[in-house]
């Protein structure tokens, strides 16, 4: 069974970078991503990372966020720059069980994925 641990998260001015991490422990995630949600709204996805390499990002983050995997260390990241007050949220990765590819239909929707973090809060004073 695989376990998540995120870390990294904290309070950066705007404009500032933070990186996150999870420590994946367990046998063979294939897809792998970031997820956050901030107060009374729904959990969006951020980035994610196919078995291949390749990855995708929420249109909102894309060219300021970039989603990597460290195989050798059991490590996803997300390193977070020009960070905005509206990326503030609980951010959460995420995988599916029994070593399942990313949904090629739905890759960042959070209902395809059934194992998470308990998560790491990153804030962004306005």
């Known amino acids: 069974q695989v376990q998540l641990v995120e870390s990294g998260g904290g309070s950066v001015e705007a404009g500032g970078s933070l990186r996150l991490s999870c420590e994946v422990s367990?046998?063979?995630?294939?897809?792998m991503a970031w997820f956050r949600q901030a107060p009374g709204k729904e959990r969006e996805g951020v980035a994610l990372?196919?078995?291949?390499?390749?990855?995708g990002y929420a249109a909102s983050v894309k060219g300021r966020f970039t989603i990597s995997k460290d195989n050798a260390k059991n490590t996803l990241y997300l390193q977070m720059n020009d960070l905005k007050p509206e990326d503030a949220a609980m951010y959460y990765c995420?995988?599916?069980?029994?070593?399942?590819?990313?949904?090629?239909?739905?890759?960042?929707?959070?209902?395809?994925?059934?194992?998470w973090g308990p998560g790491t809060q990153v804030t962004v004073p306005s």
């Open positions: 367990g046998y063979g995630s294939r897809c």
């Open positions: 990372i196919y078995g291949s390499g390749e990855t």
């Open positions: 995420a995988t599916r069980s029994r070593s399942r590819p990313c949904d090629p239909w739905a890759p960042l929707l959070a209902a395809r994925y059934d194992t």
